[in-house]
């Protein structure tokens, strides 16, 4: 009887396909996606669903199928998530669950996710971000300007922590704040032109009186100096770097890609532009690194919808003083610097290896 | 330099060609039906000054090439003497022989300007 069923679905499903290229209908997408759904095609009814929603961005049926299927989807992720943070917790993990609460407007869940995995990495940025997202979910700006402050003073080139906080400061009537926030993502997203309209905006608006620090190009501290630009002198490693429990797994591993001859260093970026694992070369910012190719990879990969590549997969940036590849692994950045004579078949091998690793413990 | 855009657009696996100006303006282009020169020229000029801001900061001297690779194929930017060389490349095309003579191209364009 199944059998059969799923030749008739089929039948029906070529027939549909062939309507919906001659005139298409939102009545037409909606009985396409039910189908493919009782073939088991989950994914299929997902994007036949948002293909509809986005050619019929009015039909209330379509908009509504589609934030149903991305709710089915989301409580997949949440199963996963919960028994990756039981077998391998890491606090990416719990930054991402946090996030798919947050996405159902669960605030309660999301801010306990949080607390969670704050418990065993207490100085985590993602996590201080995502605390600064729950509370301007709930309109609690103080408490938002808190948790965003807290999450850049941890990691001070968190891109998505330090545009929040810009947006924050200016609800909160704080100009100069958000201006100096602002002026510092210019630092490590040089051309970032979203951010250079903000500042135009608000250079345009008069100064508040509650900020008390100057204004800033570069972020501050005792690292400014050498920040200005990033040095690549020699080979060695890095040591004493910060930890914020999320790579230590990984730290060994990423060393086996300087084998490949040429090599000069990787690192390992999270969704959050964290870093998770480093081997860079001693001189080298590691946090600055991160944010800057955090920030390249945004650029590119909308480029990359531009001139309709589809997803971005991996950029080989050749420069005078070497190269560069960055690469996308599980919703990851990745970054090796190389020199051009390095062989890209032995580097890509190593690059597969270490990528597969990182599935096995971040995905 | 229509010419040289119609030899790279001839090699195989090459589906767009486009030199555009360092402000994102269209200089010439062999480009197939549909695509849209100002928009190439805008996404080449916008990708250009990402690179070349995030090289400056690593401190990694000027771009001399970019390859982007997605799921639906892949660009490779070339900067040619003031301007800039946007090459659309199918996905199962041979990258490493494209380079190659997009390479001797390059070259043909940079004498063109200079001449």
Request: charged letters at 25%.
């Amino acid at each position: 009887m199944g059998f059969l069923k799923n030749i008739l679905n089929g039948r029906e499903i070529g027939r549909l396909e062939e309507l919906l290229d001659s005139s298409p209908a939102p009545s037409l997408f909606l009985r396409l996606s039910q189908l493919y759904r009782e073939t088991g095609e989950e994914s299929k009814a997902q994007e036949i669903t948002r293909k509809g929603a986005e050619l019929f961005p009015n039909s209330e049926e379509l908009t509504r199928a589609c934030e149903n299927a991305d709710r089915v989807h989301r409580e997949a992720d949440k199963e996963r998530l919960r028994s990756r943070i039981e077998q391998y917790p890491s606090p990416i993990l719990y930054a991402r669950l946090a996030e798919l609460y947050l996405k159902d407007k669960d605030w309660d869940a999301a801010g306990e996710v949080c607390r969670r995995g704050e418990r065993s990495y207490p100085d985590y940025g993602g996590l201080w971000y995502i605390k600064g997202k729950i509370a301007l979910a709930r309109e609690n700006l103080n408490e938002a300007l808190q948790n965003l402050e807290k999450a850049v003073s941890l990691d001070e080139y968190n891109y998505n922590a330090m545009q929040l906080l810009a947006d924050a400061y200016l609800d909160s009537g704080q100009i100069e704040k958000s201006r100096q926030a602002l002026e510092k993502i210019r630092f490590f997203a040089p051309n970032d032109e979203k951010i250079v309209e903000k500042l135009a905006n608000l250079n345009s608006k008069k100064t508040d009186v509650s900020a008390s620090s100057p204004t800033v190009t570069a972020p501050v501290g005792d690292k400014s100096d050498k920040m200005k630009t990033v040095q690549i002198p020699g080979v060695q490693t890095q040591d004493g770097k910060k930890d914020s429990g999320v790579g230590t797994s990984l730290h060994l591993e990423i060393k086996q890609i300087r084998r490949v001859a040429g090599v000069r260093g990787t690192i390992l970026i999270d969704p959050y532009g964290l870093v998770i694992a480093s081997d860079l070369p001693d001189g080298m910012n590691e946090d600055l690194v991160a944010a800057l190719l955090t920030n390249l990879c945004r650029s590119v990969n909308e480029c990359a919808q531009g001139l309709t590549l589809g997803e971005f997969e991996e950029g080989i940036i050749d420069s005078e003083q070497g190269r560069v590849h960055v690469l996308e692994v599980a919703e990851m950045t990745m970054g090796v610097f190389a020199t051009e004579e390095t062989k890209a078949g032995l580097l890509q091998r190593a690059i597969h290896t270490f990528a597969e690793r990182v599935i096995d413990v971040h995905h | 330099m229509k010419d040289v855009l119609r030899k790279i657009n001839k090699i195989y696996g090459v589906r767009g060609v486009i030199l555009v100006g360092a402000d994102g303006l269209p200089i010439a282009s062999d480009l197939a039906e549909g695509e849209d020169e100002s928009t190439l020229g805008a996404v080449a000029s916008s990708v250009a000054s990402a690179l070349s801001g995030t090289l400056q900061r690593l401190a990694q001297g000027q771009l001399t090439r970019f390859v982007m690779n997605g799921s639906g194929g892949s660009v490779v930017l070339l900067p040619v003497a003031s301007a800039l060389l946007l090459t659309l490349v199918r996905k199962d095309a041979n990258m490493g022989m494209i380079l190659i003579e997009l390479d001797e191209k390059a070259t043909e364009l940079a004498a063109l300007f200079s001449s």
